[in-house]
């Protein structure tokens, strides 16, 4: 199982980033994908989940009606498109496969600042 | 809002016993299964403990979990220096829709 993010990087406040997540060794489209974050020195934070098919999804309260998350089953992919960002919104970006998030990518690490 | 708590600190020397404690509410941990992770420095956390007190395969028996009403303890038997890490429990919070994370523990080995 592997799962490989990117798409992070440096925005302004206000800004748009789109992150994506590449799901390989398992049946992508048979699975829950969840996303997480963790800001600098901080916790773990739940932000977003999506089930098999994309007809269910399921946010933090911080982030609704700004984020969306969204999939390709037929590539393999995850996406969490995120607009207008806020500081507080700096973090490590996690995907990770079902709704109890096991196993985990690598991150990648989006920071909001002027 | 839902909170799970833990303490933030742990330590131990090595050979000793840690356990680390969560604590959470009626509607995560009280209903709901417990899973535990650890995160080395610099990595993504991984699945230690799933289903209250399950070990996934490859995950040493020094590490055991445990549940009772709407708390939880993780324990680390034989405490060895690679298992300095942050610790953090986690529950499906029926009020979310999604997982509740705990706000962690940091366990140093002296």
């Known amino acids: 199982v592997q799962l490989v993010e990117s798409g992070g990087g440096l925005v302004q406040p206000g800004g748009s980033l789109r992150l994506s997540c590449a799901a390989s060794g398992f049946t992508f489209s048979s699975y829950w994908m969840t996303w997480v974050r963790q800001a600098p020195g901080k916790g773990l934070e739940w932000v977003a989940n999506i089930n098999q098919d994309g007809s269910d999804k399921y946010y933090v309260d911080s982030v609704k009606g700004r984020f969306t998350i969204s999939r390709d089953n037929a590539k393999n992919l995850l996406y969490l498109q995120m607009n207008s960002l806020r500081v507080e919104d700096t973090a490590v970006y996690y995907c990770?496969?079902?709704?109890?998030?096991?196993?985990w990518g690598q991150g990648t690490l989006v920071t909001v600042s002027s | 809002q839902s909170v799970v708590t833990q303490s933030p600190s742990a330590s131990g020397t090595p050979g000793q016993r840690v356990p680390i404690s969560c604590s959470g509410s009626s509607s995560n941990i009280g209903s709901n299964y417990v899973y535990w992770y650890q995160q080395l420095p610099g990595t993504a956390p991984k699945l230690l403990i799933h289903r209250d007190d399950q070990r996934p395969s490859g995950v040493p028996d020094r590490f055991s979990g445990s549940k009772s009403g709407t708390s939880a303890s993780l324990a680390i038997s034989g405490l060895r220096p690679e298992d300095e890490a942050d610790y953090y429990c986690a529950a499906w919070d029926d009020s979310l829709n999604g997982p509740i994370f705990g706000t962690g523990t940091k366990v140093t080995v002296l």
């Open positions: 990770a496969r079902d709704i109890v998030p096991d196993p």
